[in-house]
């Protein structure tokens, strides 16, 4: 493999080793539920008023549990991506590596945390994160289920995806 064609690798995993590396981050203490509610709490108060501390520990959760939903869906792509331009472009292929890429990650993010005090490893989070990554990889295969937009795409010579 020529030096040019490993930069080029390289820069294509770039973007996902920093998606996995702020999930890293992210596992930290600093991020637990406790740390993050206080800013949170002032960040919603100073912006809709008041709120009544029951509603704000739902608020909270549903906000934490939508962060893990999105992050690994955005992990997914990034892996995605990653692999398209360096490994392959079979659909399938790159639909179950990102997918399984993305469940290993959670799967050691969860480890990770079951060893840090003030957060929790959890199996349902994992689960979470994996259907965060489905979803993200069923939107990018829609445009493959489009029959017009295939023959489209087809007949122009350009990549689906």
Do not use: C
């Not at 360096?86 to 179950?96: E, K, P």
Request: glycine share 8%; charged share 15%.
């Amino acid at each position: 493999m020529g030096e040019k064609r490993l930069g080029y690798i390289i820069r294509q995993w770039i973007p996902a080793a920093f998606g996995v590396g702020g999930i890293a981050l992210e596992s930290t203490d600093l991020f637990s539920s406790q740390h993050t509610g206080g800013f949170l709490y002032a960040l919603l108060t100073a912006a809709f008023g008041e709120i009544d501390p029951n509603h704000f520990e739902l608020i909270h959760h549903l906000l934490r549990k939508t962060g893990h939903f999105a992050g690994y869906g955005i992990l997914s792509f990034l892996f995605f991506r990653a692999l398209r331009n360096t490994v392959t472009s079979n659909q399938m292929y790159l639909w179950f590596s990102s997918v399984a890429l993305t469940a290993l990650v959670a799967a050691a993010d969860e480890w990770h945390q079951s060893f840090i005090p003030s957060r929790t490893g959890s199996v349902r989070d994992v689960l979470l994160d994996t259907t965060g990554a489905v979803v993200m990889q069923l939107v990018l295969l829609l445009p493959l289920l489009l029959p017009h937009r295939r023959s489209a795409d087809a007949s122009s010579g350009r990549p689906m995806l």
